[in-house]
């Protein structure tokens, strides 16, 4: 049978101890590096910042928003690049009581102004590389910010917008935290759905905590002698445990990089041939399959001597096996594989350093119980796919605003994931499959219908419908199938472009195929499962 009966209690390790009741998280992980005030935390492409300098600068933001009459759990866009003002800004912001909502940078203007407005924020925190699409965003949103803070600004800024630096230098730091309880709302992350707008997930000040503790320090086992290194970005719930709160929480060093996370980007960093580190080189990397595929693919992959690595994290997508097996053939290092999501915070089912099942996406990490459920709502065999649900305490605390999308995803102490998986005969699960149409592409969310209604704007195409196709190396990739109206036609890069005009880029389609017709049911709704059945290469 599966893990666990539907009544199953909290499985936290008893040698693990709970936060205080009044508990802030960003004046926790000051309070853990107070007696490291040299050491380095964080490195971007820029320069470094030590402790001692971040829970200066975390303070001077904290008195700085306060400053402009904040209240309380007010929510804080926060649209960066990886810097080290990001973590100022995140820990900043919750260190004074407020919410920061931490946003993709990849996405476009509309995407923000419906953020705006749904997060309702009062300030907004945002690199000056950003700012143009931010400006955008808010002519088109019915926003209430009242300021704009802008880090490293690119060009001069307008009177109402205050400069990240002289903001901070005009602000003595924060004597107190704001005397928040883990319970309370600690910060957002939005979370893409199947259909309609992404979803704004709550979490608490306790819920960082609970992922540092139980997977950061038991699984992954990260040291304060470690340099950790994400390929996956701040914004993600992924990337926040990697770079910020993981290795925080040891007291290590986190290598921050802006650019995107290209083979030739990531080699330089792992050699410590960029100009940033100095020779330093990363013992810790977190990555995501699609990229160790580009990088394993790459002609100037290194030499397993040029590289440091002691510990290799992936998550976003299901790693293959073979993906796996190469890479610890030619680096010496397992490739730890495990699922998360935006609803859990990070990851609670995993392999580890020492016990590593390629194909497999591990074993319920200690502190989080798994579940799946068939049809019926009842517990399913091993061997038999099932739905997966999660119980642990890193769950959000709801979608905001969005009442019956939050009773459909936590019910009752049980969070439901959206996977589809299998439980092996050694408690090992092995993913199989979404339970709804989303697919992920390249460790993002992708929803088809949103690729699909933004196709059928251009004006030769009547008719899309947007599936999951692996690529040669198991990974999937979006393909749109696409019915043309009579007597007119475009090309795949025509359609790529259009999509990639209108929609974050990553959401096109990699692949195409022109039919005549789709198939439906009798209803007209399009069956996806048989475009995914009779694909043609």
Not at 133 to 138: C, F, G, H, R, Y
Not at 436 to 444: A, C, Y
Request: glycine fraction near 10%; proline fraction near 7%.
């Amino acid at each position: 049978m599966s893990a666990a009966a539907p009544n199953a209690q909290d499985t936290t390790p008893a040698d693990v101890a709970a936060p205080p009741e009044r508990f802030n998280f960003a004046q926790h992980l000051l309070d853990v590096n107070a007696g490291r005030p040299d050491k380095v935390a964080f490195i971007d492409d820029q320069g470094q910042l030590t402790y001692g300098a971040l829970a200066e600068r975390t303070k001077r933001l904290a008195a700085g928003l306060r400053s402009l009459f904040l209240r309380r759990e007010e929510r804080v866009l926060l649209l960066m690049q990886d810097t080290t003002d990001w973590p100022v800004s995140f820990l900043g912001s919750m260190y004074a009581g407020l919410v920061p909502v931490a946003v993709n940078t990849l996405l476009t203007a509309d995407d923000y102004a419906y953020m705006l407005e749904h997060s309702r924020a009062q300030a907004v925190l945002v690199s000056g590389t950003l700012l143009p699409t931010l400006n955008a965003a808010m002519t088109k949103a019915d926003h209430e910010v009242q300021r704009v803070i802008v880090s490293r600004p690119q060009a001069p800024l307008h009177p109402a917008e205050l400069e990240f630096e002289a903001f901070l230098q005009a602000h003595p730091p924060a004597d107190d935290p704001a005397p928040t309880q883990g319970d309370d709302p600690g910060f957002w992350l939005y979370s893409s759905g199947s259909t309609g707008r992404p979803k704004g997930t709550v979490h608490s000040h306790a819920n960082p905590y609970w992922t540092c503790e139980l997977y950061g320090k038991r699984v992954l086992g990260l040291q304060e002698s470690d340099v950790c290194f994400s390929a996956a970005k701040l914004f993600f719930a992924y990337g926040l445990g990697n770079g910020l709160s993981f290795p925080m929480s040891v007291g290590a060093t986190t290598v921050l990089m802006g650019e995107r996370p290209t083979p030739e980007a990531t080699f330089a960093r792992w050699t410590g041939e960029h100009p940033s580190l100095g020779g330093m080189r990363p013992t810790v990397f977190f990555g995501a399959p699609t990229g160790f595929a580009g990088m394993l693919a790459h002609p100037r992959l290194p030499a397993r001597d040029a590289v440091a690595l002691r510990l290799v994290s992936s998550a976003g997508e299901a790693l293959p096996a073979e993906l796996g097996e190469r890479f610890k053939q030619h680096f010496g290092v397992d490739i730890v594989d495990g699922i998360g999501s935006t609803e859990m915070l990070h990851i609670f089912l995993s392999n580890s350093p020492d016990k590593v099942r390629y194909g497999t996406t591990g074993w319920p990490v200690p502190g989080y119980t798994i579940e799946l459920r068939g049809d019926d709502g009842g517990p399913v065999p091993d061997g038999e796919p099932g739905d997966l649900y999660i119980q642990g305490p890193s769950a959000a605390m709801m979608y905001w605003g969005n009442r019956a999308k939050t009773r459909d995803t936590f019910q009752g102490g049980w969070t439901k994931s959206g996977d589809k998986y299998v439980r092996n005969e050694d408690g090992s699960y092995t993913y199989g499959g979404r339970s709804d149409d989303m697919l992920k592409v390249s460790g993002i969310y992708v929803s088809p219908f949103e690729v699909e209604a933004t196709l059928v704007q251009h004006p030769s195409v009547l008719e899309a419908a947007v599936v999951g196709k692996q690529d040669s190396d198991g990974l999937t990739k979006t393909k749109a199938f696409v019915v043309f109206k009579p007597g007119v036609s475009a090309t795949e890069e025509e359609l790529k472009a259009f999509v990639k005009e209108r929609l974050a880029p990553y959401k096109y389609p990699r692949f195409f195929e022109f039919v005549s017709e789709l198939p439906k049911t009798a209803t007209g709704k399009i069956q996806r499962f048989k475009l995914r059945e009779a694909q043609v290469d």
